[in-house]
């Protein structure tokens, strides 16, 4: 399965030109720099305390909204309007048209996450913050997008209409965050696999600082895993 | 070149394309024909590594269609209703689709004014796909799908939504093309195939009906020679003579009014000198010959026959 990198790159760079040219973007930007700083400015002050954990566990409900809009008409719009032909039909792999989507698709959850820094760097002039704490809150921020960018992209590739690939990627992440808060609940053998399976928990075990191997491969495994699905669906075409 | 050899597609249980074999030589134009829901369109995405055949085999070049990647760099595809990023300018688009088939960076700018000025773009570059007319995008597409200079078009409906004059032009395009490259193009418009192709292939229900220049088409599906005659006089003596003269010869009593009887006189072999058999039998039997023409076999007529449907 041969990827080239330069199409790849340039299916990326189309990616963002369209969320540069269309208010889409723009819409999104807005309206979750406003919910991130609505949530940083209610903590700060409630809590008086240079310290972003709380912060962190809203932006994973945030992700939760935002990212299955960003990634909805990844690959529904192509299909709908027909210019998933004119992909399919270029010298590239499938998992090149998956990898740019994807490739974009991070960009732009990075672009948003960068744009965010503005808070901690505020917090570290106004008081005493645990920097290598909030890196490694950041990094499991980043993974935890990138795994939910992939749910997403397969949600998007499932469907020709963007509201159900909305509809669907959202319930899927609604899903992991109803299991992971209803953890208690369960039986200790089954409260060990949630632990195992659930990205919110291993999201929450690197926002104490710590960056464990078993958290970064389970992001891993996700990301490989629902990319891998979503090159199946755009391939599945070809079995029928 | 492309050739096809017992090319079949199944959808389920269902065959959409079914044992189809032509070959379309470097340099020429090829048609392809049929109603909807035939298999043209089918065809064409096997052709183009969209769907592999699920027996048979397609081959772009010598090339395998089921080597995909080699296939597609030499293949031109404008699919159906000419798909395009609306959201993108013209340029923007075009630069997408060049990068996408490898078009060197340093060339790109120069290929897009080259095939902007060919497919009638000029002044239109900067402006966003969304904003154009059908007829624009459908430029838009057939100009991307020339960027990287393909030995091989593969054009689906290149004309729909085109004025007559947008027609004229882009036909007159296809035609220099399809001088220096291997063209299929499907199409509704007969009249647009018969200007266009060298050759067109008819279609239906996946299996090939019929295939060649516009005259072996229609000596193929020709139900022979017609001659429609109006005459004023003993006909039936007329009828007796040239049926006695041709065996095999049909005829059919149109009309008669006020004296004058319509004839249409039917034979499956085109070189018998019929008309001159009949003018001889009205003059022998003192008639009055007032009107006589030999039906022509239309590429309507053909459609008709080899599909039973109307284009």
């Not at chain 2, 688009?93 to 773009?121: N, Q, S, W």
């Not at chain 2, 007329?238 to 149109?254: N, T, W």
């Amino acid at each position: 399965m041969s990827i080239s990198r330069f199409q790849m790159i340039s299916l990326c760079r189309k990616e963002w030109r369209v969320v540069m040219d269309t208010p889409l973007g723009y819409v999104m930007a807005i309206a979750f720099l406003s919910m991130c700083g609505f949530f940083f400015e209610s903590n700060l002050f409630l809590l008086g305390q240079a310290d972003m954990r709380a912060w962190f566990s809203i932006l994973s409900l945030l992700l939760m909204f935002f990212i299955p809009a960003m990634a909805m008409r990844m690959l529904a719009d192509e299909k709908r309007s027909g210019t998933f032909e004119l992909l399919a039909t270029m010298p590239i792999t499938t998992m090149t048209i998956v990898l740019g989507k994807y490739l974009a698709l991070c960009l732009q959850i990075l672009a948003l996450l960068v744009l965010t820094l503005l808070y901690p760097l505020t917090l570290s002039w106004l008081g005493n913050l645990d920097v290598g704490q909030v890196l490694a809150s950041y990094l499991a921020a980043v993974l935890l997008a990138s795994s939910y960018a992939a749910v997403c992209l397969y949600a998007s590739a499932v469907t020709r209409y963007e509201v159900v690939a909305y509809v669907f990627g959202f319930i899927m992440l609604l899903l992991s965050f109803l299991f992971f808060k209803a953890m208690p609940t369960f039986s200790h053998a089954v409260q060990d696999w949630l632990v195992l399976l659930s990205p919110l928990s291993h999201y929450q075990s690197m926002l104490r600082g710590l960056i464990r191997l078993s958290d970064v491969m389970f992001f891993i495994a996700m990301n490989g895993l629902f990319l891998t699905l979503t090159w199946f669906e755009l391939e599945r075409r070809r079995w029928r | 070149m492309i050739q096809a050899d017992k090319l079949s597609r199944l959808y389920g249980e269902k065959y959409a394309v079914r044992d189809l074999s032509f070959h379309i030589n470097h340099g020429e134009v090829m048609g392809l024909l049929g109603p909807n829901g035939a298999g043209k369109s089918t065809t064409m995405k096997m052709l183009t590594c969209f769907l592999p055949p699920s027996s048979g085999t397609a081959t772009v070049d010598g090339i395998d269609v089921q080597q995909d990647l080699d296939v597609r760099r030499r293949v031109g595809y404008l699919p159906e209703h000419a798909p395009s990023y609306s959201d993108l300018s013209v340029q923007e688009h075009l630069l997408f689709m060049g990068r996408m088939y490898g078009v060197p960076e340093a060339t790109l700018k120069d290929k897009i004014h080259e095939m902007a000025g060919a497919c009638g773009l000029e002044g239109r570059l900067s402006q966003r796909i969304d904003e154009l007319s059908k007829g624009y995008r459908q430029r838009v597409g057939l100009a991307a799908s020339m960027l990287h200079n393909p030995d091989c078009l593969i054009l689906d409906e290149p004309t729909t939504g085109l004025d007559p004059n947008q027609m004229v032009e882009i036909r007159q395009l296809i035609r220099r093309l399809g001088e220096k490259k291997t063209v299929l193009l499907s199409s509704h418009i007969l009249s647009e195939v018969d200007a266009v192709c060298d050759r067109m292939m008819i279609i239906d229900s996946g299996e090939l009906r019929g295939m060649g220049t516009r005259d072996e088409l229609i000596a193929l599906s020709s139900v022979g020679l017609v001659l429609d005659v109006c005459m004023r006089g003993d006909a039936d003596a007329v009828v007796v003579q040239i049926c006695r003269q041709y065996k095999g010869c049909e005829v059919d009593r149109l009309g008669l009014e006020e004296g004058v009887v319509k004839l249409a006189f039917r034979h499956s072999d085109m070189t018998i000198p019929l008309a001159e058999a009949v003018f001889a039998a009205v003059v022998a039997v003192g008639g009055v010959l007032l009107e006589m023409h030999a039906q022509e076999t239309s590429l309507e007529d053909v459609f008709h026959r080899l599909t039973g449907s109307d284009a």
